[in-house]
């Protein structure tokens, strides 16, 4: 595809229900990546993949959160038992090896709002 | 530990230059890109620094300095459209070269 893409565009769902996010990074892109935005805020890292493996999950916030890569392709970012303070735009990126410093392009995002 | 910081906000004019600093401390330093984000889109790609100096690219320059952790863009002959939140991220060395963004300066410009 042309670039990152994910899905849903927007999310709502009831306190404590788990949800599912789904990213589709660029193809040939070994390096995908996940954060998170909250309203007027910068970027928060959650999680990088190199390959299927996840060498960094240091950002994940809790143990509700979870993500795995298959076939060095899509991405899942599951979070379990949702709360409000879990509302925020969930943003993926994929990048290149070597590709000038590690430039990581990102997908449009998934809005999340947990009521 | 990781610290980048950025103004919060900032107001401009059309046709008029502004500049947005960036001062970072990081555990190594690869590098130093800089983003736009229009508000509810994702942020794209503007420049990458690895070496002291200018570098120019038609209306926008970021510089770096490595020996001061610090960065700035400019912006030249603002535009409307170029209100939008500015991104500064260190490209961190070693571990697993992962971006450390700081929180975003968001520039308003007005007629």
């Known amino acids: 595809g042309a670039g990152v893409s994910q899905s849903p565009s927007n999310k709502v769902t009831e306190k404590g229900k788990d949800v599912e996010l789904r990213c589709d990074p660029i193809s040939g892109h070994t390096a995908l990546y996940w954060y998170r935005q909250r309203l007027g805020q910068g970027l928060e890292f959650l999680i990088y993949?190199?390959?299927?493996?996840?060498?960094?999950k240091s950002g994940l916030p809790s143990d509700r959160f979870s993500a795995e890569r298959t076939g060095e392709s899509v991405s899942t970012l599951t979070i379990q038992r949702t709360q409000q303070e879990d509302s925020a735009v969930y943003l993926c990126?994929?990048?290149?090896?070597?590709?000038?410093?590690?430039?990581?392009?990102f997908g449009p995002g998934t809005r999340l709002t947990v009521l | 530990g990781q610290n980048i910081d950025q103004p919060t906000e900032m107001t401009a004019t059309e046709g008029a230059i502004v500049q947005i600093n960036c001062t970072y401390q990081?555990?190594?330093?690869?590098?130093l890109f800089w983003y736009q984000q229009h508000a509810g889109e994702a942020p794209t790609f503007l420049s990458y620094?690895?070496?002291?100096g200018l570098e120019e690219k038609g209306r926008f320059s970021s510089f770096l300095s490595r020996s001061k952790g610090y960065s700035y863009l400019l912006l030249k002959e603002l535009q409307m459209k170029d209100s939008a939140s500015y991104l500064c991220?260190?490209?961190?060395?070693?571990?697993?070269?992962?971006?450390?963004f700081g929180a975003g300066t968001r520039l308003a410009v007005h007629p």
């Open positions: 993949f190199q390959g299927n493996s996840a060498p960094d």
């Open positions: 990126a994929s990048s290149s090896p070597g590709r000038r410093g590690n430039e990581q392009f």
């Open positions: 991220a260190v490209h961190t060395s070693g571990g697993y070269n992962k971006l450390i």
């Open positions: 990081t555990s190594g330093f690869n590098g």
């Open positions: 620094n690895v070496l002291d």
